[in-house]
């Protein structure tokens, strides 16, 4: 799974946000893509071999600190470029707000699910 939320948080997001704008846009990632990968591939680890309640707890972070990534990365959804001498900027907060807030709530239901699954089980 953090091979996933990488995919997606630090790869996919961005490169879509990219194309939306059409514009040579520079995301400025908070760390290094490389360290960025090793931390979510360690709370997937966490996620999948801690027990339910603290994996769950893992699942949520892992979303959180996604979208944190990708709200730093664009720096709060204000993108800006310079095109021919113009400088450009578009504000995409909302949409990174969006996103934000669905990751927690999906992280939320996910953690619920899981603590609810643990209970029956126990």
Sequence with gaps: MGLVYYVLYVAALPAVFQSIARLPVDLVPPLDPSMALAFFIALGVAESVAPVAVGAAFGVLSKTVGALYLYCATNGGVVS??????????????????????????????????????????
Excluded: K, Q
């Design 81 to 122: 470029a310079t095109v021919a001498s113009y400088r450009i900027t578009i504000d995409l907060s909302i949409l990174i707000y969006a996103i934000v807030a669905g990751s927690v709530i999906v992280g939320a239901v996910d953690a619920s699910t899981r603590a609810c699954e643990g209970a029956s089980e126990a």
